[in-house]
């Protein structure tokens, strides 16, 4: 027998994350993949040759920590351009290994042993064993089906002494709703006088439909002081295999996360940041975005009308919630399962993204698809009605 040491392991739920299950499972069962977020099409054939030219010409070396400097000017305008606030390109942004590294390194930053961190469920999955790991301690909201609201005055009362952080995520996953003005003018009010950090999942920034604009932090300028805004360029490039993103904030905070960011990175891959940056240099290759992915939220709608799952059409992201309980009383994990296996659509449910779930009987489906796969997808579900 081998010498196997002790282990103490320092997440609680040491288990699979539900995209690595339900993926599995797709392809066990060569279910059309639904669940897990990510496009089936390709990326701009123009972007592949900005990144392709860049590794032939030899950017094969280390960039600076915070990023290779002409992507950070481009996101500088980009941002400016976008959200009229102006980020000063080498204070305060910071490049990083997708959104996910970004929000790990944030909340290590700033997230102590026994200080509070208030997150709104259903919750991307990476947030609450980050925020353990940095010994903090998770203080879920929980938003239902079919609202996913927020009422701010029981936020307000979930605040103390301990409170460090509030981590936001909009558009969301995986509800598909998106945080208005009014909201994020609570949230302002909410933290103003007190020493929390807002960290802001904003990863589908360019993805909010009828005409909904996007509410980032960057909009409200007494809110951006005290917070950090997420960005992923897996999103927004249909590319989230190449696991880039960026964090921007004002200095104080971006020199404070640079700190650790140092540390668990130094910096990230070269020859695909030149390539962003001569890419998104251009509005034209990212204000498609919105009219293109609710192109295929319609898209999906119309094909599935006569699926038996009812839609909560989705206000922004790639993802729509379904509510199926008119075809099954099972729970949500066992029913996605039974979709993947016996029907062929592999699809996520909601009850992972909590602490406390919900009775909701609601799973999430990707529109993030060729329409031929949400065609295929449709004539499957079809077989629910019996
Ligand atoms: N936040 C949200 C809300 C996400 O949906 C995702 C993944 N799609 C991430 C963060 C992580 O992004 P990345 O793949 O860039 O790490
Ligand atoms: N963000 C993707 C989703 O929500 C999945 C990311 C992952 O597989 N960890 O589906």
Redesign the pocket.
Known sequence: MPNRIQITPKLLSGGT?I??IM?KLATEHKAINL????PDFECDEKLKDLVAKHLKEGKNQYVPLAGLPKLNETLSKKMEHVYDMPIDPSTQICVTAGA?QALYTAIMAFVNPGDEVIIFEPA???YKPQIQLAGGVVKPYNMTYPDYGIDWNKVRDMVNDKTRMIIINTPH??SGTILSKQDMEALEAIVKDNNIIVLSDE?YEHLTYDDEDHQSIMRFPRLFEQSMAVFSF?KTLHA?GWKLGYIVGPEYLIKEYKSVHQWNVFCTNSFVQFGIADYLDDPENYEYLAAFFQEKRDKMNELFKDVPLTPKVAKGTY?QAYDYSEVSDMDDLAFAKYLTSEIGVAA?PMSPFYTNPPNDKVI?L?FAKKEDTIQAAAERLLKLKG
């Open positions: 994350n995209f690595t993926s669940g897990q977020g990510f996910t991307y999955d990476c996953n995986p990863v897996g989230t993802f996520i999430r990707c």
